[in-house]
């Protein structure tokens, strides 16, 4: 699975409850931009994210929100589909990981 310009910095599963096939992955990269991929084929299914800088680390929800985090000093929300959801900015310094309360 090739598509990053740059070194990937996380990766995660979609939710087994949302694809029983297990057969998605995002990955994070430090060319600030995230890919959902299909394991199965190893096709990049699509590329999004508007940060500026790396991604240092990709979660995906349960509910399926995906969440990215950056030393753009961001932590945003997308839809499955790759559409921004919401933005938490104003960080002191780069965000480097984060997890989700289930």
């Not at 310009?5 to 297990?22: D, G, T, Y």
């Not at 699509?46 to 990709?58: D, I, M, S």
């Not at 030393?71 to 959801?85: H, N, R």
């Amino acid at each position: 699975m090739k598509g990053h310009k740059q070194w990937i910095m996380s990766l995660c599963w979609e939710p087994l409850h949302l694809n029983s096939k297990c057969n998605h992955l995002i990955s994070a990269s430090k060319d600030a931009s995230m890919r959902m991929w299909n394991t199965d084929s190893g096709a990049c299914l699509r590329a999004f994210g508007n940060h500026t800088k790396c991604v240092t680390k990709v979660v995906w929800a349960g509910d399926g929100t995906i969440y990215s985090c950056s030393q753009d000093l961001t932590i945003k929300a997308w839809t499955s589909g790759g559409q921004p959801k919401f933005e938490l900015k104003k960080h002191a310094h780069w965000v480097n990981t984060m997890s989700l309360s289930t």
